[in-house]
């Protein structure tokens, strides 16, 4: 049985040339921070997929691996996070699963005991 994270952001307006700058600069950074390469990271679903006034919409899968999927999880909320904060006034709704993830400031999106962990540092 698999497990997804599920998300959208909806708002009457399209996100702003700005806005869409960052989510983009978002999704860049989370890509290449992503804990693991071979596991599924943000995916968000093409824009004709997606309901009318929803800015934002997509899924990821969880790993089958239980050991991996604390960081994933961890890892894709805090993702979530700054892509809340690049698209203001915009309504959001994450959840796994029947399970909703409740937004709370100033931490954001998360889960008891998942923290997102800290990025290492590769010395030279």
Do not use: C, N
């Not at 999880?73 to 203001?88: D, E, F, M």
């Amino acid at each position: 049985m698999s497990v997804s994270l599920y998300y959208r952001a909806t708002r009457a307006t399209p996100p702003t040339p700005a806005e869409a700058a960052e989510v983009e600069r978002v999704l860049a950074a989370r890509e290449v921070s992503f804990p693991h390469a071979d596991e599924e990271s943000l995916f968000l679903y093409d824009s004709r997929r997606r309901a009318q006034e929803e800015i934002l919409a997509g899924a990821t899968k969880l790993p089958s691996d239980p050991h991996r999927q604390p960081q994933v999880i961890a890892h894709v909320l805090a993702s979530l996070t700054q892509l809340r904060r690049a698209l203001p006034d915009s309504g959001w709704h994450v959840h796994m699963d029947d399970l909703d993830i409740p937004w709370e400031e100033p931490h954001g999106y998360t889960l008891p005991g998942i923290a997102d962990p800290p990025q290492r540092r590769l010395d030279p």
